[in-house]
């Protein structure tokens, strides 16, 4: 609260005035020489004061004449202004008491009449003087302003006897100080006229100056010295100058008021050292921040020692330069610190993640962090010849099989692991620390390495399973090799539960091949099953969960009740097929020796019991049965096919319930027939 009000006392507080002398007669000796009028009045004398001291005055005393003649002027020179449009004169007088007299006289007087005159040049003033004065007795003359009339507060009563020039301390003891102001002053000069009216008086000093505000410094600005004003109200408004380095806040040029005692007052705004530039105890000139230190921004804040890791060169630095290898970030401000690359990670290791061969890496951070927060790391992947290798340069790049989780660069956690690599291969691996000034630094990123070199690992998941059969009580199963097998594969192992079940009350069976039949099982009920397989390293994940359905009870009798007349006319109807077939082959090789075959078409027709056309396609004249498909067949996209579960078997495949929405239409339910495992080209 103190310190408030302090800086409010400062910031209300005038600045003390200066008084420009133009006349003082206080300090001459010589003769004045000022012009009077009429030559009778006033007498130029010299005497000693009151210290001693010999100086000139100017002395009246014709109380006795005619009260008609009792108009006694005494002029200054021509003063010049100095653009000042107010003056102050100061008297120094005594006055004889008229009751003192030994014959009073009705006209003395015991005051004085200031009148003052503006002109140009002596000569214009000169011109008139001779006539005006006596003129008449006005309070205003031609040309002359009156400016008061002074009376004496003291008066000497006794004129002690005395050599010339003695000093009379009678007299001198009781001398008159009046200051008089007049105003206002527009031409280039004046003269002040001191006019005697009757009195007994001895004129022993005369200062003429005006008042201004002094030439200084506030806030950084600086003001030229400034006269008062003409009005005793009178705040003159200057505009100041900022010193040099520093420039006006706000945009608005400082101002402060000159009153007419000439006193600034009433200050308005001010300036701010430039950057590198601070300001100097009293507020009156910026200074260059020395070496060592600097200054961003512009302001009235004191330098500031330069930020770790810089330094400057010259004086009046606004920022800082980093030293040799450290840097300064385009985020960082020039105030800020300058900061260096980290150092390397620490501690890597490695391990395996999954089954499947992935590797995990770990790390700790670096041990110096150049100055930072942030850290950043990247992981280089290499493949070397042999793990003997001795020139990491003999090493080649991993490619893009290799994937990073969750990246390669920019990671911000201090683990990754590494998938798809392949099995007994050498690896290098670089992990690399970095921040915001690393690509600032002509050096590469410092980095930690390790190699190491990945054994056989498991196989990887089944891909899918077929129901090969099923009854009420068994279901047979197939499978593909798995797409990665890493190796031989050794077994298969399958598990089982009831839909309603959770894995937790599987069923387990192995097998050295991919097929495989369940026994024991529930008539009508869903079952979810499992495959996985297992080599020289281990077993490899689960295939997704796959639900069959055996068959009811009720349609597995039924089947095999209608087994066995298809089971006799099946035999008999082969017997008869194979007669026919036979008889075909000879009647076509004997007509093949005569003209090209019939069947030489691509595209083959038969007639139906119905009477209708179908098409089919003789693979036999394809080289590629796949090309086949392709002509004769359209292909559908996958994505707008969902399968949904096995509710059968089929010649060549199983027969799966399943949904179909092509683009742009309404979902059906549709019947999917998949072609089993191992099945021949021509199927």
Known sequence: MWSVFLSLCLFLQPYSAEE??????????????????PDTGWDEVSV????????????????????????NWLATPFLYRQSAPRMFVTLRFSVRD?????????????????????????????????AEPSSGETETREGWVKIDTIAADKSFSKVEPSSPHQYQPNRYSRINVKTRSFAPLTRSGFVLAIVDSGACVSLMGVSIFYRRCSATSLHLASYVATPSGAEPTALVPVTGTCVPHSKSQG???????????????????????????????????????????????????????????SRTSLEGSSVCECRSSFYRAPIDANSSACTTPPS?????????????????????????????????????????????FSNPAACSWCGEGVTFSPSQ??????????????????????????????????????????????????????????????????????????????????????????????????LTMFSETNTMTVNSLIPGSIYAFQIR????????????????????????????????????????????????????????????????????????????????????????????????????????EPAHLKIEEVIGAAQFGEVSRGRYRPAGRREVLVAVKTLRWGASDRE
Request: contains cysteine.
């Open 533 to 636: 397989a297992r080599n020289e390293r281990g077993y490899g994940p689960y295939s997704n969960t796959i639900y069959f359905t055996t068959l009811p009870l009720e349609e597995h009798s039924h089947q095999i009740q209608n087994r066995l007349p298809l089971l006799v006319g099946s035999v008999m109807g082969g017997a008869a097929f194979l007669l026919v077939v036979a008889a075909i082959v000879v009647v076509v090789v004997f007509r093949s020796k005569r003209r090209e075959s019939p069947y030489s078409d691509r595209l083959q027709r038969y007639i139906s019991n119905r009477g209708g056309v179908k098409y089919y396609v003789d693979p036999s004249t394809y080289e590629d049965p796949s090309e086949a498909v392709k002509e004769f067949a359209r292909e559908i």
């Open 344 to 388: 390397a990670p620490v501690s890597l290791t490695w391990e395996y993640e999954s089954a499947d061969g992935g590797v995990s890496l770990r790390w700790r951070p670096p041990v110096d962090m150049g100055g930072r927060a942030e850290v950043w790391y990247g992981v280089v992947c290499r493949i070397c010849p042999s793990p003997t």
């Open 98 to 130: 008229c009751a003192s007299l030994r014959s009073p006289s009705p006209t003395c007087r015991e005051t004085l009449t200031l009148y003052y005159k503006q002109a140009d040049s002596q000569r214009e003033l000169m011109r008139t003087w001779a």
């Open 251 to 309: 945009g608005t040029p400082p101002r402060m008021h000159c009153n007419a005692e000439g006193e600034w007052m009433v200050p308005v705004g001010g300036c701010a050292c430039d950057e590198g530039f601070e300001p100097n105890v009293n507020e009156s000139a910026c200074l260059p921040c020395p070496v060592g230190y600097f200054k961003a921004v512009s302001g009235s804040v004191p330098c500031s020692v330069c930020p770790p890791n």
């Open 48 to 71: 000693l004061d009151d210290r001693g001291k010999l100086i000139r005055t100017f002395e009246v005393c014709n109380i006795n004449q005619n009260p008609r003649l009792q108009d």
């Open 409 to 506: 660069t920019y990671l911000k956690q201090t683990k990754v692991t590494l998938n798809n690599l392949l099995t007994r291969v050498t690896y290098l691996i670089q992990v690399q620390a970095i921040n915001e000034v690393s690509a600032l630094s002509p050096f590469p990123a410092r980095y930690t390495s390790i190699n190491f070199t990945t054994s056989q690992s498991v196989p990887s998941t089944v891909p899918m399973m077929h129901q090969l059969s099923r009854a009420s009580d068994s279901i047979t199963l197939s499978w593909p090799q798995p797409d990665r097998p890493n190796g031989d594969i050794l077994e298969y192992q399958l598990r089982y539960y009831d839909k309603g079940s959770d894995v937790d009350s599987a």
């Open 20 to 37: 420009v002398m133009l006349l003082d007669t206080t300090e001459t000796t010589s003769e004045l020489g000022w012009t009077t009028y």
